[in-house]
Nanobody, 123 residues
Framework: VQLVESGGGLVQAGGSLRLSCLAS????????MAWFRQAPGKEREFVAA????????YYADSVKGRFTISRDNAKNTVFVQMNSLKPEDTAVYYC?????????????????WGQGTQVTVSS
């Protein structure tokens, strides 16, 4: 499975961005997909997750109410709509996937990772 993110960029505080993650390869085996982010000098942290089969969604407390994760099964794509962005949202955002649905907040639960896309929020 290969994952390719897009949609990052520079935005002012309060603005919005929509990230996309296109999955290719053995996508029929995927059940869990998620977004993580990593700011300079910090560990990679969970942002949001979605069950590919059921569509259940989960969010980190820091983004709840501002970010929305969704999927388009036909296009093998997962999105995260990010609204009301804050400078502390600045990070490289990574898409992740796995064939199993388990501890969705843990980086160790995902086998496949994209290369990341930079999101910078200016104050």
């Amino acid at each position: 499975v290969q994952l390719v993110e897009s949609g990052g960029g520079l935005v002012q505080a309060g603005g919005s961005l929509r990230l996309s993650c296109l999955a290719s390869g053995r996508t029929f085996s995927i059940d869990a997909m998620a977004w993580f982010r990593q700011a300079p000098g910090k560990e990679r942290e969970f942002v949001a997750a979605i069950s590919w089969s059921v569509g259940s969604t989960y969010y980190a407390d820091s983004v709840k109410g501002r970010f929305t994760i969704s999927r388009d099964n036909a296009k093998n794509t997962v999105f995260v709509q990010m609204n009301s962005l804050k400078p502390e949202d600045t990070a490289v955002y990574y898409c992740a996937a796995d064939t199993l649905w388990r501890d969705y907040e843990s980086v160790n639960s995902y086998t496949y990772w994209g290369q990341g896309t930079q999101v910078t929020v200016s104050s």
